[in-house]
């Protein structure tokens, strides 16, 4: 073996792994030093880079390597119409390293995944910050409202939609109770951020210094008594049921839900029912509400009361005796008291002394009272001189009632 194989045996020798990776690095440090060194994009990673060339099929962008990268294909498409139109060459956009080299021998790229990368990190700064956004809502479900933040699709549960919002609600089904407000402007905050999940959750109360003690107080002070609103039941007690009027509760007595009479709400009332009201009292100082449904519904009392006048002879039965007068029956539906001063001219301890239950008896109506439902009766008045004029006119009424009939007949 001669000296120059000699060398080349030992030069092979010293070829290593060892060996090759302290020239390589020794090769990178050297580019390094004579500014030659090259930063090969890594699958996942994110980088800027300057829109070199935009054409129907293809955009490609410069990052910094020998040759420049291609945005194409599915990731073209998915970049949204209005996006596009705004892109320009020579325009620095955030991309995503899909492959560093395709068969092809392309650096292939995402637009539109870098930025929803970068939008993530900027929404994880912001639920940081709890800085408020401002946004607009543009869709729901049946759980809440869709607010985009950041290019990404936010969710804002109904627990923290705000309350005075939540007061504006109506209609029992998703799309009656939100698809009013979608358009509206909203100020949100982020309150929980999942990337792998895709999930977004977003608060209009967090961003809201608006709290339900200053919002009832608004509302009392815009309320007057007498008007009539729209709101919806929001809890049932013995002694009535609480309405929410834009976002303060107001009480509708048990005796203010129903001209008939009930034992408890429950019977014509459920939560979340949508109800009108009547504005009957305001408390600034207490903040109370008082609220009727019955006033605005017509009172069967009155119709059942409209064949009747003061002075009226009618036919009763006698249903109870109490030590303060009777109680007598027009109608299935319709008492009277006759008071135990109306029962007889001579005094009387007790209304047993003249009357029965189950008596049916002629009695003069001298009152009739629509506020209080209540109808006064005698029995001591029915021959009274005071009322001889209204009695013959009763009679020439019947009597002429009866002449057509006959007439009728004939």
Sequence with gaps: MDQNDTQLEQGKAAETPENNAENH???????????????????????????????????????????????????????????????????EIPVYIINPEDQNGNLVLSYTRAREAVSW???????????????????????????????LRGFVPASQVSLSRRAGMSGETPDQRWSRMVGEEIDV???EVDRERRRLILSERAASSETRESLKERVIEELTEG????????????????????????LVHLSEISWERINHPSEVLKVGQEVKVKVISIDREKKRIGLSIRQLQDDPWTQHTAKYQEGMLVQAQITRLTKFGAFARLEPD????????????????????????????????IKIDPVNHRIGLSLRRVDSQAYAELDWQSLEEVMDELGEDDETSA
């Design 25 to 91: 690095n020794s090769m990178a440090s050297l580019l390094e030093k004579e500014g030659l060194g090259m930063d090969f994009p890594q699958a996942g990673e994110i980088r800027t880079g300057v829109i070199a060339s935009i054409s129907p099929g293809q955009i490609l962008v410069s990052v910094g390597t020998k040759s420049e990268g291609v945005i194409s294909g599915r990731e073209l498409e998915s970049i949204p119409p209005e996006e596009l139109a705004e892109l320009k060459v020579n325009q």
């Design 121 to 151: 990190q900027e929404i994880e700064h912001l639920l940081q910050s709890k800085e408020v956004i401002h946004s607009k809502i543009v869709g729901y479900n049946k759980g809440g409202l869709i607010v985009p933040v950041k290019g």
């Design 334 to 365: 319709l008492e009277g008291l006759i008071h135990i001063s109306e029962i007889s001219e001579r005094r009387i301890e007790h209304p047993k002394e003249v009357l029965k239950e189950g008596d049916t008896v002629t009695l003069r109506i």
């Design 189 to 191: 905050c982020v309150i």
């Design 227 to 250: 008007e009539v609103r729209t709101g919806r039941v929001t809890s049932l007690a013995d002694f009535g049921a609480f309405v929410n009027i834009n976002g303060a509760d107001g």
